[in-house]
Nanobody, 124 residues
Framework: QVQLVESGGGLVQAGGSLRLSCAAS????????MGWFRQAPGKEREFVAA???????VYADSVKGRFTISRDNGKTTVYLRMNSLKPEDTAVYYC??????????????????WGQGTQVTVSS
């Protein structure tokens, strides 16, 4: 049974940092591409960052230079380090898994498995 379990969300002041984790199980993690998406209230879900099986990465322009995605295949976990947080980063953050780990995908429909999400709230 595939599971993606996010953790690390919370309330933080603008300018602060958080690290999200997504623990994966039920599939061969090292061969999958992993992504982070977010959805703010009243908005569509949007791409944040992705990492391929060989650790190539892609970021949304809105987070480039502030967020870092990484993976630990031994722990079957993907991380999202978020620095210099802004109120507009407030959203539910989801991790997702893409079977084709050779491609670093930005489209949510390329991802087969999703976590339940973790709330990130940035106060001004």
């Amino acid at each position: 049974q595939v599971q993606l379990v996010e953790s690390g969300g919370g309330l933080v002041q603008a300018g602060g940092s958080l690290r999200l984790s997504c623990a994966a199980s039920g599939f061969i993690f090292s061969t999958y591409g992993m992504g982070w998406f977010r959805q703010a209230p009243g908005k569509e879900r949007e791409f944040v960052a992705a990492i391929g099986r060989w650790s190539s990465t892609v970021y949304a322009d809105s987070v480039k230079g502030r967020f870092t995605i990484s993976r630990d295949n031994g722990k079957t976990t993907v991380y999202l380090r978020m620095n210099s947080l802004k109120p507009e980063d407030t959203a539910v953050y989801y991790c997702a898994a893409n079977r084709d780990g050779l491609r670093v995908e930005v489209g949510e429909f390329e991802y087969e498995y999703w976590g339940q999400g973790t709330q990130v709230t940035v106060s001004s």
